[in-house]
């Protein structure tokens, strides 16, 4: 079964310092990943994906990903953070057989400091 | 634009009484997905529908029903027999036309709490 962890419950920077989440995932074939973001109350919205090809992947925000096979790793970056940037961040990995559901780990709560 | 919408945002129930939240998409999408989302434990999958007329169990599905009559609605059930349902409840849907389109769209969500 697949399963993703995100080792870091809550992480506080300071405005204009990078940030990095960390994700890693288990799952058996080549994973679909993907991270999103959610303020308090609200939905989900993606910041990007990764299928295949080019393992550094661009998203919206200034945010991007790096998929490690090696490591079994999808961490997500950003090289200057707004206080904007100041939600819960969640990675989740799917794949295109079964019931192509996404499977989440527990989140990151990002805090940002002035 | 499309979208989904779930409604209502807010929803209180009392004890042995059974609601229904709505998820309704525009967005032809065929697969729809209900997540039930707890502080500190991520979405987990309550059920999901890949076609109309169709829909199996995902990892929680004690105590909830749903039904796929329409290609646009997935409504869910919570019954009396979901002992613990205040949370905050996520539909989606998915594209499905190959990798490149492969993607989720979520709603608003709905946030239940038992009165």
């Known amino acids: 079964a697949q399963s993703v962890t995100q080792p870091d419950i809550h992480i506080t920077v300071s405005e204009g310092a990078s940030l990095e989440l960390r994700c890693n995932y288990s799952y058996g074939a080549t994973p679909y990943l993907f991270w999103y973001v959610q303020s308090p109350g609200q939905g989900l919205q993606l910041l990007l994906k990764?299928?295949?090809?080019?393992?550094l992947v661009q998203g919206i925000k200034g945010f991007e990903a790096e998929f490690k096979r090696s490591q079994s790793s999808f961490n997500l970056r950003k090289p200057s953070v707004h206080w904007s940037d100041a939600a819960e961040y969640f990675c989740?990995?799917?794949?295109?057989?079964?019931?192509?559901?996404?499977?989440f780990g527990s989140g990151t709560r990002l805090q940002v400091q002035p | 634009d499309g979208g989904i919408t779930q409604s209502p945002k807010y929803l209180f129930r009392k004890e042995g009484q059974n609601v229904t939240l709505s998820c309704e998409q525009n967005l032809n999408h065929d697969a729809m997905y209900w997540y039930r989302q707890d502080p500190g434990q991520g979405l987990r999958l309550i059920y999901y529908s890949q076609i109309v007329n169709d829909f199996q169990k995902g990892d929680i599905a004690e105590g909830y029903s749903v039904s796929r009559e329409k290609k646009e609605s997935f409504p869910l059930t919570v019954t009396s027999a979901q002992k613990n349902p205040t949370a905050f409840y996520l539909c989606?849907?998915?594209?499905?036309?190959?990798?490149?389109?492969?993607?989720?769209?979520f709603g608003s969500g709905t946030r239940l709490t038992v009165v």
């Open positions: 989740a990995v799917a794949s295109d057989t079964g019931r192509r559901a996404l499977t």
């Open positions: 989606a849907s998915r594209a499905r036309q190959g990798p490149a389109n492969y993607g989720y769209t």
């Open positions: 990764y299928f295949s090809g080019d393992t």
